[in-house]
């Protein structure tokens, strides 16, 4: 058996699996899956390889990530899931389902399609990089750092969830940079055109957002015949923080 994942679990009932994003954690999905928690679900917020409290290694492509979330599963003898997946983790779902039909009831795939996306966070990684935490800086110090390089407060929040202390005197990113530095064509591949799902699915977009476009609707239905998309309104990528209460009501009826 390989490392198994990181996760915070509440809640009892039907188990729901929560897949974060690309740099995210599981803390992301916190308010929202106290929520599922209180309408009886049991909740995993999983923390996927090279993020947040889960280990670290080379490997990293959507195979990989889909293989931990099986083991997860299996180590914690979860049969007939749902699972919710963000972006990057909504990649991770899709590929699961494909892979793993018998095990996943219900597919909800948050703001992704499953085509190829092109390396679109340069920004982002530039200011990662830019951090060198050898010169021991203070937490305000690496925000100035990520700040001259991203001018959006609620990404830069965002990254700065990912420092922590290492060592008293010493601070570093939860998240493996290196890994991603490595391939950053990794994250925006496509799915296999034998990656199908069959089962009840849930395509979930922000209005504001241009990560799934009408041209996607079809390659949707190739891999996801009994899909419904919806639109979450006011909402760009990040539709769960952007506006929550109608991604989760929306995501409720379909859960239920």
Not at 128 to 134: E, G, I, P, T, Y
Not at 174 to 203: M, Q, S
Not at 236 to 251: I, M, T, V
């Amino acid at each position: 058996m390989n490392d198994i994942l990181y996760a915070k679990v509440e809640g009892t009932g039907k188990p729901l699996l929560i897949l974060h994003g690309y740099l995210g954690m599981s803390d992301n999905w916190k308010t929202l899956g106290a929520q599922y928690a209180e309408n009886g679900f049991a909740v995993h917020m999983l923390d996927l390889r090279n993020h947040g409290r889960s280990f670290h290694s080379d490997v990293f492509n959507y195979n990989a990530m889909a293989a931990d979330v099986y083991d997860y599963c299996l180590a914690n003898n979860l049969t007939d899931i749902s699972v919710i997946g963000h972006s990057m983790g909504g990649k991770v779902a899709m590929k699961l389902a494909a892979l793993h039909p018998t095990l996943v009831d219900k597919l909800l795939v948050a703001d992704i399609a499953p085509k190829a996306y092109e390396p679109h966070h340069q920004d982002i990684m530039a200011a990662l990089n830019a951090v060198d935490f050898s010169s021991s800086p203070s937490r305000n110090e690496v925000q100035q750092i990520i700040e001259q390089y991203v001018n959006e407060p609620g990404v830069v929040q965002f990254l700065m969830k990912n420092v922590y202390r290492i060592t008293p005197q010493q601070l570093g990113f939860r998240f493996n940079l290196d890994a991603f530095n490595k391939d950053e064509h990794a994250i925006g591949e496509p799915l296999k055109d034998t990656d199908v799902f069959n089962g009840k699915t849930l395509f979930v977009k922000g209005s504001l957002s241009n990560y799934i476009n009408d041209s996607d609707i079809e390659l949707i239905k190739n891999h996801f015949p009994l899909v419904e998309i919806v639109t979450v309104s006011n909402a760009g990528h990040w539709l769960h923080a952007d506006n929550p209460k109608e991604f989760f009501e929306k995501s409720t009826v379909f859960l239920k």
